[in-house]
């Protein structure tokens, strides 16, 4: 069974930095690209960044680039979200998703439950 | 960037009724990149539709996608009380820009 676990969403100030970390299961990881995306509550889903299965390629949405750096250890089957500089509208559910295809369609099969970022002072 | 408009915004039906849920693009979806998600309150998204037709994993036969260029459309044949819930379409082809939906609620009339 396909597992994704979000961790490290917590309350930061403006300007901060924090690191998400997503541990995954039932699947071979190295295989596949992986992605964030996040939901700011209540409202609707942003794709926020992905990384190529061996990590040497990564996109980020306009919004989020050169604030954001992913990152994956395939040695650990971890997914990382380094976020800095960030901003009240950084608020929301943070999900790490495994893509659909091994060669990278950059649609989301499964998803973790999410991990809650709060931007406030 | 490619932006998707879905109607109607909120779509009330009764069980065992057809729905049947609007994505529009505001340029041509290349090669039918285009997928569909299903939201209940409190959970993480599923993926139901990729490739505009084509269903997922496990995914029941009362879904189906259709559609090309800039218009798509998902069809849920008979609402079954497990789908009243929200849909997003997503398109991919434009990525690495990929966009989403602002979604459709489908509520119980």
């Known amino acids: 069974e396909v597992q994704l676990v979000e961790s490290g969403g917590v309350v930061v100030q403006p300007g901060g930095s924090l690191r998400l970390s997503c541990a995954a299961s039932g699947f071979s990881f190295d295989d596949y690209t992986m992605h964030w995306v996040r939901q700011v509550p209540g409202k609707g889903l942003e794709w926020v960044s992905l990384?190529?299965?061996?990590?040497?390629?990564?996109y980020y949405s306009d919004s989020m680039k050169g604030r954001f750096t992913i990152s994956r250890d395939n040695s650990k089957n971890s997914l990382y979200l380094q976020m800095t500089s960030l901003r009240t509208e950084d608020t929301a559910f943070y999900y790490c998703?495994?893509?659909?295809?091994?060669?990278?369609?950059?649609?989301?099969?499964?998803w973790g439950q999410g991990t809650l970022v709060t931007v406030s002072s | 960037e490619i932006v998707l408009t879905q109607s109607p915004g909120t779509l009330s039906l009764s069980p065992g009724e057809r729905a049947t849920l609007s994505c529009r693009a505001s340029q041509s979806v290349r090669s039918r990149f285009l997928a569909w998600y299903q939201q209940k309150p409190g959970q993480a998204p599923r993926l139901l539709v990729y490739g505009a037709s084509s269903r997922a994993t496990g995914i029941p036969d009362r879904f189906s996608g259709s559609g090309s260029g800039t218009d798509f459309t998902l069809t849920i044949s008979r609402l079954e009380p497990e789908d009243f819930a929200v849909y997003y379409c997503q398109q991919y082809g434009s990525a690495p820009r990929i966009t989403f939906g602002p979604g459709t609620k489908v509520d119980i009339k």
């Open positions: 990384i190529s299965w061996d990590g040497d390629t990564t």
């Open positions: 998703a495994k893509d659909r295809a091994s060669n990278g369609e950059w649609t989301f099969e499964y």
